[in-house]
Nanobody
């Protein structure tokens, strides 16, 4: 079992940077692929980024490539999302999510995750 809690959201201006953090608890964290998913009001959920269980592979949505960086620190049981050059369209609730099971590969999608955090609001103004 993995429990996730996001933090770091807030209100920023376009062009600013913001770092999100997801604190995980559970014995299997170091062997779980981790994901960041976001959802804006009246819009469908959108995949943002993912990182393999080892941290050796990362994946990004085309809309955030070159601006966002996902990382993990298994020793601290955290996964982070560094967001640079933020745009108004990045405004959304950002969720940390995980698959259950050890050593499962990253699979890009917006549903079907076994674990979800409560979400943290990111608002970008022009």
């Amino acid at each position: 079992q993995v429990q996730l809690v996001e933090s770091g959201g807030g209100l920023v201006q376009a062009g600013d940077s913001l770092g999100l953090s997801c604190a995980a608890s559970g014995r299997t964290f170091s062997r779980n692929a981790m994901y960041w998913i976001r959802q804006a009001p009246q819009k469908e959920r959108e995949f943002v980024a993912a990182i393999s269980w080892s941290g050796g592979s990362t994946y990004y949505a085309d809309s955030v490539k070159g601006r966002f960086t996902i990382s993990r620190d298994n020793a601290k049981n955290t996964v982070n999302l560094q967001m640079n050059s933020l745009k108004v369209e990045d405004t959304a609730v950002y969720y940390c999510a995980a698959d259950s099971g050890s050593f499962r590969p990253v699979v890009i999608r917006t549903t079907g995750y076994d674990y979800w955090g409560q979400g943290t609001q990111v608002t970008v103004s022009s």
